[in-house]
């Protein structure tokens, strides 16, 4: 229909599967990167995952962090770490768990609290989150485990709905886009404090269900292409439904980026991380459906996909 903006051409004829080596070399290397990153330094885990003490407080007037380090420290608490988030006044605490049952942990609180209204008169404390080491090891074991099933859940999706080769190119791709997410995370978490924790896993298992539905409208369309052009060679379908699908594809992210944009900008500390990283989630998806998941169909299904044997590739 005439006046309707596309951000895609009708005609366009983008030929993806030249870049096929360089997409797949590129992603490799980022998820080796991302696994070296994982096991060092190493995830910045949250109180979720390792227990502690979380104390959100509120000063008055801009937080004085300096001070506020020089005044904790003191406590004999263990190590006291400070996190800006939200306005200049609201300050995380984050403290070690304390040798002993709750009422050691409301003991510490209670110490807190007190050094805060003498050293800082008018600070406030806000809330308050203890998590015992037996609670953080079963929210870890639960947070890995629906990581786990959810990828194999769709794994048997994929299986069902189309031929294996569509099957292992949507899951390797999978892995893949999850690596290089943890990879985020550990640099995030160095860089800016990022926590790695059950909104984390919220966060990754947002962005492979993403992942998997991007990459089943493209897979449908070469479904398609492959019963209308029976002898049209794979490399060139493919190429042809990747462009065929790349407006809807890229309309689709481009929503879902500007619709968190403003998550990731005001939305606070906890909406905040979730939002960055479904941002990175968001681009990594997207263009792994076009320089991961099609290229490994392209390896997979070459002479296997085809209805009639006048189909073959064409020399790269």
Known sequence: ???????????????FMKGRFAGL?????LSIISLILFFHPGLHYG???????????????????????????????????LQEFGAKEDVLIRLDRQPGDDSAQQKAVD?????????????????TEAVGATVSN???????????????????????????QFGVGAVVTLILDVTKVIGFYVIMGKLFGVQFNLTAVAAILTIMGYSINDKVVVYDRMRENLRKYKTMPLRELIDLSINETLSRTIGTSTT???????LALFGGEALRDFAIVLLWGVV??????????????????ENRLRRTPAATAQPA
């Open 47 to 81: 109180i979720d995952f390792v227990g502690g003490i979380v104390i959100e407080a509120r000063t008055q007037g801009p937080a004085d962090f300096g001070a506020l380090r020089n005044s904790l420290n003191g406590l004999g608490l263990g190590p006291v770490a």
């Open 284 to 301: 990594l998806a997207t263009t792994s459906s076009i320089f991961i998941a099609a290229p490994i169909l392209l390896f997979l299904g």
């Open 256 to 262: 879902i980026f500007l619709s968190t944009l403003p």
């Open 1 to 15: 229909m005439a006046g309707i903006l596309r951000l895609v051409p009708d005609d366009t004829k983008i030929q």
């Open 111 to 127: 110490t807190v609290r007190a050094k805060l209204t003498q050293d800082f008169p008018g600070a406030t404390i806000r809330r």
């Open 25 to 29: 070399a590129t992603s490799a290397v």
């Open 138 to 164: 079963e929210l870890f074991r639960d947070g890995m485990m629906a990581l786990g099933l959810a990828l194999l859940a769709m794994l048997a999706y994929i299986w069902f709905r189309f031929e294996w």
